[in-house]
C-alpha cells in the first residue's frame, strides 16, 4: 500500500486516493490519528514509526508513519527512500523532506523540496495555502560538495501535549 491518504470526495473521476466507499478501516485509522491532535497538521509521533527522517549514503530514508496535512489523514505503511544529490564542488545545499497535501490530485505525499546550492545555504520555503497545495515539514537535510548528509528533524508533534484536567 505504501502511501495512503483520505477523507476525499467521491463524486471525482476517481483519482488520486478517492475510494467509491470508505471502510471501517479507513474511519478507524482517520480517528486514531485525529484522537489526540491540536490542530489541523502534524505527526502522530506515537503510530508506527513516526515518519523519522534518517541519513544514508545519498539518500534519506523516511519511516512508517501517520500525519493530519491540511486535515487529512495520511499513512505510509512502507519505509522510503529519497535519493539526496551532491552539490558542486565548493557548494551546500539545504532541502526539505515534507509532506504535501494536493487538493487538485486528491493526495498527501512525501515529497523533496530540494533547495539552491551555495556557499550560504538557505532553506526552502514550504507552501501553505488551505485548501489548495499545504506543505509541512518531516526534516532539513544538509548535503556537502563531499556527499556528507545531515539530518535536522523538523516534525511536530500532532498528539495534544497539554495535561487533561
Known sequence: MAETS????????????????????HHSLALTLAAGARSLD????GYLNGLAVTAGTGKVTVATGGALVDGKWYKS??????T???????????DRVVLRTS??????????LTGTASSNPTVPALTQTRGATYEIS?????VTSAGV?????????????????
Not at 505503511?77 to 529519497?82: L, Q, S, T, W
Not at 487538493?103 to 523533496?112: G, K, P, Y
Not at 548528509?149 to 484536567?165: S, W
Open 149 to 165: 548528509i545531515t539530518v535536522t528533524d523538523e516534525r511536530y508533534p500532532a498528539e495534544n501535549t497539554q495535561t487533561m484536567p
Open 84 to 94: 539526496i544529490t551532491t552539490p558542486s564542488a565548493g557548494t551546500e545545499r539545504i
Open 6 to 25: 483520505g477523507f476525499w470526495t467521491t463524486s471525482g473521476a476517481g483519482t488520486g486516493d478517492q475510494v467509491a466507499s470508505y471502510t471501517q478501516a
Open 138 to 142: 518531516l526534516a532539513q537535510v544538509r
Open 103 to 112: 487538493w487538485s490530485a486528491f493526495t498527501v505525499r512525501r515529497v523533496l
Open 77 to 82: 505503511d512502507a519505509p522510503a527512500d529519497v
Open 42 to 45: 502534524g505527526v502522530a509521533t
